[in-house]
């Protein structure tokens, strides 16, 4: 049987969420500006439906359990197959020299233990530069290859997303977010 993405070419078009915003803003804003960025990296016409869109919230120490999941969880669907996957966006002003944590211990566990009880791949979206709207760098992390919240830019080089201006596509046969 001939695999239905050898062929296919990734759906490529304008990328619409391009939000600027302040170096100095707060990091709820920062977070919800990049969140907004990688929602406009999925072609949500043709492929894929947002079915989650979790953005932090809390009052004083008062926290949902939802706060606990990936940001974002989306279906894709093409010519009859679906596949949920869910991401967790990270956004900073640079990207450290060295190793460095990308998240805590307990986020890692928790984002782990979703993909598990889900049964769908979790991938960490992590941008760097430019501004949490319109950020330089994007590196896309499937969770099972991230053994320990360190990581350094060596091990993220892999998974550099080169073009801002190409839509992520999902490819079902190998799981993964290009």
Excluded at 19 to 45: C, L, N, T, W
Excluded at 70 to 87: C, V
Aim: proline share 7%.
């Amino acid at each position: 049987m001939k695999n239905p993405f050898q062929s296919r070419t990734k759906p490529r078009g304008p990328v619409f969420a391009r939000i600027a915003v302040p170096r100095d803003a707060d990091p709820a804003e920062k977070g919800y500006a990049f969140e907004q960025f990688i929602v406009s990296m999925f072609d949500h016409e043709s492929y894929f439906t947002l079915l989650e869109w979790r953005s932090d919230k809390k009052l004083g120490k008062i926290t949902p359990l939802s706060n606990c999941h990936p940001d974002l969880e989306l279906e894709f669907e093409f010519k009859g197959i679906r596949q949920t996957f869910a991401i967790e966006c990270k956004y900073q002003h640079f990207l450290p020299a060295g190793q460095f944590a990308w998240a805590k211990e307990k986020q890692l566990s928790n984002y782990r233990q979703f993909a598990l009880n889900k049964n769908i791949p979790v991938f960490v979206v992590l941008g760097y530069g430019g501004n949490a709207g319109i950020p330089e760098e994007l590196y896309c992390i499937p969770l099972a290859q991230l053994a320990s919240i360190y990581i350094d830019a060596q091990f993220l080089a892999p998974f550099r997303h080169h073009n801002l201006l190409q839509r992520f596509f999902f490819n079902t046969v190998t799981n993964s977010l290009t």
